[in-house]
């Protein structure tokens, strides 16, 4: 990006010179960058177009943890992200789809000077995993639980008595460990 020529970047606030605190001059920080509507919109515009929420977060000049604070207390620009992603997805899918297409067709072999066939460059990532990748988020957004065992909360009395169970189990490998060390 471009610079003035106080060393700032274009598109961000201009250096403030002023004194203070008995010194002869500091620079000051501008006024403070809200993350407005006009800013999420344009951060939910990027977000759709790529679904990378850090990457989005940089291009409009906010870090992503400031996007992720107002997902979680904006309950309007939450629906907002939703819906970027649910668009994104469908962008990313096609991509994925493509890529997948690309690696199954059959691509003529380029003949070294030696006679050996050069290798083929390896893809950034396989296309079966892309798509698992997006099976999985998209089983994620229509709410449908992973199959299995759902992860359970067990009680204080429970923890324990698992915990003495397995600390007996312990203790008599332990002897018979001692008793075989004995004896040999």
């Given at each position: 990006?471009?610079?003035?020529?106080?060393?700032?970047?274009?598109?961000?606030?201009?250096?403030?010179?002023?004194?203070?605190?008995?010194?002869?001059?500091?620079?000051?920080?501008?006024?403070?960058?809200?993350?407005?509507?006009?800013?999420?919109?344009?951060?939910?515009?990027?977000?759709?177009?790529?679904?990378?929420?850090?990457?989005?977060?940089?291009?409009?000049?906010?870090?992503?943890?400031?996007?992720?604070?107002?997902?979680?207390?904006?309950?309007?620009?939450g629906?907002?992200?939703?819906?970027?992603?649910?668009?994104?997805?469908?962008?990313?899918?096609?991509?994925?789809?493509?890529?997948?297409?690309?690696?199954?067709?059959?691509?003529?072999?380029?003949?070294?000077?030696?006679?050996?066939?050069?290798?083929?460059?390896?893809l950034?990532?396989?296309?079966?995993?892309?798509?698992?990748?997006?099976?999985?988020?998209?089983?994620?957004?229509?709410?449908?639980?992973?199959?299995?065992?759902?992860?359970?909360?067990?009680?204080?009395?429970?923890?324990?008595?698992?915990?003495v169970?397995?600390?007996?189990?312990?203790?008599?490998?332990?002897?018979?460990?001692?008793?075989?060390?004995?004896?040999?």
């Amino acid at each position: 990006m471009a610079q003035r020529k106080d060393g700032t970047r274009r598109g961000t606030p201009p250096l403030r010179i002023i004194p203070n605190k008995g010194r002869r001059l500091q620079v000051a920080p501008t006024r403070r960058k809200l993350f407005g509507k006009k800013a999420k919109a344009e951060f939910l515009e990027w977000f759709a177009a790529t679904c990378n929420a850090s990457l989005s977060a940089r291009k409009v000049g906010f870090d992503y943890r400031t996007v992720f604070r107002h997902r979680r207390e904006d309950p309007l620009f939450g629906a907002g992200w939703d819906e970027a992603l649910r668009l994104g997805y469908v962008r990313l899918e096609e991509l994925a789809l493509r890529e997948a297409q690309k690696a199954l067709e059959a691509r003529p072999r380029r003949i070294s000077g030696e006679g050996k066939s050069a290798a083929r460059p390896a893809l950034k990532m396989e296309p079966a995993d892309a798509l698992q990748l997006l099976r999985e988020h998209k089983r994620g957004l229509a709410g449908i639980a992973k199959p299995g065992r759902a992860p359970g909360v067990a009680s204080n009395a429970e923890v324990r008595a698992a915990l003495v169970k397995r600390l007996k189990a312990f203790g008599i490998r332990v002897k018979a460990k001692r008793k075989v060390g004995k004896g040999a």
